[in-house]
């Protein structure tokens, strides 16, 4: 350690411990608390006091699968099929619920008398593989911030700040969950327009796979070797008019020195072409709009436009252990006008890391402010709270967790957006309808997927 | 409002097809989902899909005729058509496209248009008091348009596109991408046409249908041609591309005597013209692509030797006739570089031709021992161009910007000097050259398109404004067909994209182009480049993919 610990502690105060002052981790006796009061990933470990969040034992067992689970399918069946709610959430109790409810969350049950939110049992069913706890173990001690916080040094195959102290440590802690690495899937994009008709904008085939979690790389050979931690090849197989165009993007710890590159593959004209900078604040389209190219799964991005203020942990009703709406539902029956049917949509209160961020002066982003709330298990589920023109809330996103507990491995790809303002909400990658899931590839995959010129290979 | 009147009258006597539209919407719009035909298989590595795109065009001509255009015979008929705000085309495009793949290593592709137009009737119009008729007669016989024009104006017709196999082989570390049958291939980085690029008669284009039909993807108007192609994965960093034709086919351009057409007929029978020399089979070429990490980009490398998918249109031969002929065994030596600066994708190209067929007498021409061709020369040929997205603003939800700066310059001559057309080698290139359609040493082209776009502007719907911009703002090119100064085309759009499959466009084309009187021109005037000053036109697309 460089720098005496009082003055460590000075620095905490202002919360600006980041940039060139960063020291390595956390120290030796604190990181004792993983395994002991704290989880391996440095959750807590004990159940709440009321007995509504229960102890983290472990997680979903490999070996007690669901009956109708078949490995291999692509759909993890609800390992808690004859759960009832335990209550619904509406207009009418929201009061009693206030402190546990994201701002959007309140809003939509404001807004719609039929929206409600049926919160079930919580069940705490994320599990880790071994050697990705050990790696948290380790990158406790040696995971740093860089670069104000930009760029992230010293970690691997596990979520870098298990006992993170700010908000960009929470944020790459997001950024890196272990999340369904490697896979190939086939996912459907909706949005449902301000009339209640879903729009199907697009049924992608995705590649994915992050050398972060490369289980034979250690830190220096993955910053030798490119430094990505997500890597993704699409092609669309749907609407008609795309179909055949594919995209590649590449995201590396260091975002500063390697920015986010992108590659696509028009099939109309046949060329391969790097791409031009989709970031930020960019509106997609393709998802009517609601969301912005750094809100994919809540934030992908570079974190140099906002102030990341870690404001501490509480008990919230986020989606949870969706496996019901997110594998075994049709869209037909999810997509109901102004909101998601809420009978699909399972809650649980679970304890979330919240982290405010708040657009620094002088820069450009249609977003002023936004809350995020992460599971303290970091199973990847969470919210968010967007607020734009004067302050306003203007947009809420919800990602959902379905662990493959026959791995284990946590898992958090399906997520939903509403646009307050708009009234819009779009789906995206849900995996219910015929033809749609979720494959790992436990072997990887072949040496030459992720380049450019794999990409007319995966398009025509 | 005759246009109107127009429009209604042909969808009455065009019952089928409106009836056919409708259908096809009402189907649509039941089923929102709409997704193509995944064609159910038995076998999950087995994949077919069959995707359908269906595309109504309608326009019409905006500008009166201006009377140098409308009264030279090089250009009378296809001025003499159409009268201000007459339909100049209502057209009804089909483009169907087969897919299959097996374990998404292997498999074929099939493609198909048809398409039917009633704005072309069975005859053409001429100018009777045109100036210069006995240099440039009528193109047709009593005006009745030739089977040609017949089949890709009129319709209805069909043509296959793309009908090949493709298979991924490893071989070692590395993968060979194999594609063999009629397929297009268009290699560098060029944004917006291929003229001066290392692309450059690489597939032969589909002027007819790129100029006269908005909405026509480059699946459509990059024609395909038969042969063997491999783009070759080496390593993460390294690929080889490479290309062995089997077949050879022109670039169609507009035909004589239709709206956007010179005089010349092109495809089949003509008045006072002999069939084409065509060009051959055999097309080559190479290429290295190479992605090093400290550059963050990629350089291409390329060679190619082809023969000319544009020609010398009316090289003159016996009796005074004329024929069209294509130049063979053009050399092609090119370096491109694509990279991400500052959020934008630039690409630039560097190309230099040898044995590049140039502008050339339009009076002469090297005769039967020496194929009736023109000069020949070593040109080169440059462009850089960039791609950038801008996020909200309060214009705007978000907007594409590409430009293209494009030039070319001659080397030099190396065949029949004697024969090109420009200050020094012939001497009506000795005053006003550049007016006379004389080369200049460099040209330099500009090409800008802004779209911004507005989402969900109503339910379902997003709204786009296409402007683009590009003028010829220097010189007259060296290379046969390769551009001349002053030539501007200006377009303002409106696209409704709704509920993803269905798109709405509407929009207004001006050109502009050097143009003047000549009394000293047996044709009474001067037009550089195509005649379409006097051509501005509105046009309405729908298209629906399914």
Known sequence: MRYPPRIICAFLLMGTLLGNTAHAGVSAKEALQLGASLTPFGAEKAGNREGTIPAYTGGLPVNDLPPDFQKGSGRWTNPFPNEKPLYAISSKNIGEHANQLSETSKALLQRYPTYHMDVYPSHRSVAYPAWVLDNIQKNAMNAQLAKEGLALEGAIGGIPFPIPKNGYEVMWNHMLVYNGYPAEYRGRNWYVDTKGNAVNTGDLTVSLQSNYYNPKWGADELKKNGNSFFETAYNFTAPPNAVGNASYAVDTLDPVEQPRRAWSYSAASRRIRIAQDFTYDMPIASQGGVTTYDEGYLFLGRLDLFDYKLLGKREMYIPYNNYRLVFQSGSAQILTPKHLNPDDVRWELHRVWVVEATRKPGKKHSISRRIFYFDEDWSGAGMSDAYSRNDQLSKGIFLAATPLYDVPMPMARCYWAYDLLDNIYTVIQHFGDPGMGYKLKAEGFAPLTFTPDALPNRGR | ?546
């Open chain 2, 1 to 546: 409002m005759k246009s109107i009147q127009d429009f209604f009258l042909l969808c009455q006597r065009h019952a089928l097809l409106v009836l056919v539209l409708a259908i096809m919407d009402v189907m649509l719009l039941c089923t929102q989902q709409g997704n193509a035909f995944p064609l159910p298989t038995n076998s999950p590595d087995l994949q077919l899909s069959w995707n359908n795109t269906l595309r109504y065009n309608w326009g019409t001509r905006m500008q009166g005729r201006d009377p140098r255009i409308a009264n030279n015979a090089l250009y009378d008929q296809g001025d003499a058509l159409f009268d201000r705000y007459d339909t100049i085309t209502n057209r009804l495009d089909w483009l169907s496209e087969f897919d299959l793949s097996y374990r998404e290593r292997y498999g074929l592709r099939v493609t198909a248009a048809a398409w039917h137009d009633t704005a072309y009737g069975d005859f053409g119009r001429s100018n009777p008091n045109a100036l210069g008729t006995g240099a440039a007669p009528t193109s047709y016989v009593d005006n009745e348009f030739t089977s040609s024009v017949q089949r890709y104006y009129n319709g209805p017709s069909a043509e296959l596109l793309d009908a090949f196999v493709f298979g991924a082989f490893d071989v070692g570390q590395a993968i060979w991408n194999v594609k063999m049958g009629r397929h297009a291939l268009v290699w560098g980085e060029s944004l917006f046409g291929s003229t001066h690029a290392v692309s450059y008669s690489q597939a032969p284009s589909d002027g007819l249908k790129a100029i006269s039909n908005p909405g026509a993807s480059a699946k459509e108007t990059a024609l395909p041609l038969n042969q063997l192609s491999m783009l070759t994965q080496i390593n993460p960093k390294i690929s080889l591309v490479a290309q062995l034709g089997f077949e050879w086919r022109p670039n169609r351009i507009p035909e004589g005597g239709t709206y956007f057409g010179a005089d010349g007929v092109n495809e089949g029978p003509n008045v006072k013209r002999l069939a084409a020399l065509e060009g051959g089979s055999g097309d080559v070429g190479f290429g290295i692509n190479w992605r090093p990490t400290w550059l963050d980009g990629m350089l291409g490398l390329y060679a190619r030797r082809f023969d000319d998918k544009g020609g010398w249109l009316a090289q003159v031969a016996d009796d005074g006739q004329t024929r069209a002929v294509y130049a063979r065994d053009i050399g092609l030596i090119g370096v491109t570089l694509s990279k991400n600066i500052g959020g934008s994708s630039v690409g630039v190209e560097l190309s230099h031709r040898s044995n590049d067929p140039l502008v050339s007498d339009g009076a002469a021409s090297a005769g039967p021992a020496n194929g009736y061709e023109g000069a020949r020369g070593d040109t080169w040929h440059g462009l850089i161009n960039g791609v950038s997205s801008f996020g909200p603003s309060p214009l705007y939800h978000s907007s594409v910007l590409s430009a293209e700066l494009t030039w070319s310059r001659l080397d030099r001559v190396t065949d029949h000097p004697e024969l090109y057309r420009a200050q020094g080698y012939l001497p009506s290139c000795d005053s006003d050259p550049t007016m006379r359609g004389c080369a200049d040493k460099d040209f330099m082209s500009l090409a800008v398109s802004f779209v911004p776009t507005w989402l969900q502007v109503y339910p379902g719907v997003d709204l786009e404004m296409p402007l683009f911009f590009s003028k010829n703002f220097h010189g007259n090119a060296p290379s046969n067909g390769g551009g001349n100064e002053g030539f501007t085309t200006f377009k303002v759009g409106l696209t409704a994209k709704v509920y993803v499959r269905h798109q709405f466009d509407l929009a207004y084309t001006i050109y502009d182009q050097k143009i003047e009187d000549a009394p000293d021109s047996i044709f009474g005037s001067r037009v550089l480049g195509a005649p379409y000053s006097d051509k501005s036109w509105l046009s309405f697309t729908y298209q629906v993919a399914f």
